[in-house]
């Protein structure tokens, strides 16, 4: 089977070196102790922190795309993501379509004036939400998603889930996904990968 996302080698100051293939439409859960390294792998391949190694998408060398584009293709959401405008549409592609907008939001459960939201108004779980809305707008063929729903209720967490999964589906993109939540990992299903001493590793209890 092709490979999307192909790892090799792939060094941070505290990980690897590590290798990962992630093939179209696959789900990979990410899972270790706190402080083993998730959120760095996650942000090694989103090119966030300072790594080493071959990384590519499609067969596309990552020094071949610039950065800005391949964080566009490779998006990393934090559990805590980031807003540097007042309002919620500032933060959207200039030209996003707004018919796949009111699509995503309708997934999470969020009214169209969403869009038009101060940054200041919003919840922890609205802004994880609409987190995902607006990476999911610029079309992500890889998902990094760093404890997406960590601020949700169970209601909103499975929307989360649903909506990840339709777009995998839809768009045969991939994602890496860490969470911390027993229930969670077993909703997911899929490969699991353990992080444990730098190493990216089958649990023992899969």
């Avoid at 989103?46 to 964080?71: H, K, M, Q, Y």
């Avoid at 969403?114 to 607006?134: A, D, P, T």
């Avoid at 909103?156 to 996904?177: D, F, G, M, Q, S």
């Amino acid at each position: 089977m092709d490979r999307l996302l192909d790892v090799r080698q792939l060094k941070t100051a505290h990980l690897g070196p590590l290798d990962l293939a992630v093939q179209p439409g696959e789900l990979v859960q990410i899972t270790g102790a706190s402080g083993s390294g998730k959120s760095l792998l996650l942000r090694a391949l989103a090119d966030l922190d300072p790594n080493a190694g071959a990384v590519t998408l499609n067969g596309e060398p990552r020094d071949s795309i610039p950065p800005v584009e391949w964080r566009r293709r490779v998006a990393y959401v934090p559990a805590e993501t980031a807003w540097w405008g007042e309002r919620v549409d500032e933060h959207l592609p200039a030209d996003f379509a707004r018919p796949k907008a009111l699509h995503l939001l309708e997934q999470v459960a969020l009214p169209e004036e969403s869009l038009r939201w101060e940054i200041e108004r919003l919840s922890s779980g609205e802004k994880q939400r609409l987190g995902l809305v607006r990476a999911l707008m610029n079309q992500p063929r890889v998902l990094l998603l760093d404890e997406p729903t960590a601020n949700l209720d169970l209601e909103n967490t499975k929307r989360i889930e649903r909506a990840v999964r339709a777009y995998l589906a839809e768009e045969e993109a991939a994602a890496l996904w860490v969470s911390h939540d027993t229930l969670q990992r077993q909703r997911l299903g899929g490969r699991i990968l353990t992080i444990r001493d730098g190493q990216l590793e089958a649990p023992a209890w899969t």
